[in-house]
């Protein structure tokens, strides 16, 4: 006997009239040209990897990791975008929304083994240095600046320079410029030290990204309270609503990327009256904390 699986369990995971706003996909990618940008950027940071190896350079392999962490960071948030445009199944009642954490994450991983390798290649050079071939350097990092640049004309031009994503790609500025220092430093006889003592620098921005992409990725796959919310503020909120006189077993947590939600059990005075409280509760938690997953078990005491 065969079996029929639904990719949509009707009508379980369908929300109505007054659900939350969230229904388990994250709807269209953002335009093609956001992408683009971030292929550019991407592709362009395994070119300066490998000119930076070739170069003898870890301030260009530095500023390829920097490259390939922030681009990869919204590469991940685009495909998984995608995916989870499949929505809830019955494997899946949440929807997809987790792959960008997990992807988020693994890529941090990635990042992480990179940067100790460039911050102890650069220690040891600081003492020991070794030289760099500054016309490769300068070059491809000139060039590298000119993607990243070129990027953010994309990103602005299309209209779709968010804050989140233009601050990224000004990051990713820094790489190309803090190696064609190096490069420049290199062809008119600078010291050596200078492409390991860049290369720091470009170690210690890194590591801000990788501490925002694990920090980002573990409030989703921990279930977090959201970035921004107070529990005891939900908690308090929600006892606030007329009518409520207790609230317990509540959860307040991140299902996905910018989205919260929020359980609990409610001990009411009038049955009756809790259509009213429920809207109530939906408004506040909205209006407060910018949560509308909500789903509330209403209890009453019995009396004879």
Wanted: proline share 4%; aromatic share 6%.
């Amino acid at each position: 006997m065969s079996v029929h699986r639904r990719l949509q369990p009707e009508p379980y995971s369908t929300h109505e009239h007054g659900d939350s706003a969230y229904d388990h996909s994250e709807g269209k990618a953002q335009a093609s040209s956001l992408g683009a940008a971030v292929l550019a950027t991407l592709g362009f940071s395994a070119v300066e990897l490998l000119a930076g190896l070739a170069a003898n350079s870890l301030a260009l392999v530095g500023s390829a990791g920097l490259m390939a962490a922030e681009a990869t960071a919204l590469l991940f948030a685009l495909a998984s975008g995608l995916w989870s445009r499949h929505g809830a199944d019955e494997d899946h009642s949440f929807g997809h929304g987790r792959l960008e954490a997990l992807a988020a994450f693994a890529n941090g991983v990635a990042m992480a083994v990179l940067s100790l390798w460039v911050l102890a290649e650069s220690l040891l050079r600081l003492f020991s240095p070794e030289p760099v071939a500054g016309g490769i350097v300068a070059a491809v990092s000139a060039a590298g600046l000119l993607v990243a640049a070129g990027a953010l004309f994309i990103l602005f031009r299309s209209g779709r320079a968010s804050g989140r994503n233009v601050l990224l790609f000004c990051a990713v500025l820094a790489g190309p410029a803090a190696a064609l220092a190096s490069g420049v430093s290199s062809l008119l006889g600078g010291p050596a030290s200078a492409d390991p003592g860049l290369a720091l620098a470009l170690v210690a921005l890194l590591a801000v990204s990788i501490a925002r992409i694990f920090r980002g990725s573990c409030r989703v796959l921990l279930d977090a309270v959201p970035d921004g919310v107070s529990y005891e503020a939900v908690g308090d909120a929600i006892s606030a609503v007329p009518g409520i006189l207790r609230v317990h077993d509540l959860h307040v947590w991140t299902m996905a990327p910018g989205h919260g939600a929020i359980q609990c059990h409610v001990l009411i005075r009038d049955p009756g009256s809790w259509p009213v409280i429920l809207d109530q509760v939906r408004i506040t938690m909205k209006g407060e904390f910018g949560i509308d997953h909500i789903a509330v078990q209403p209890e009453w005491e019995v009396r004879d």
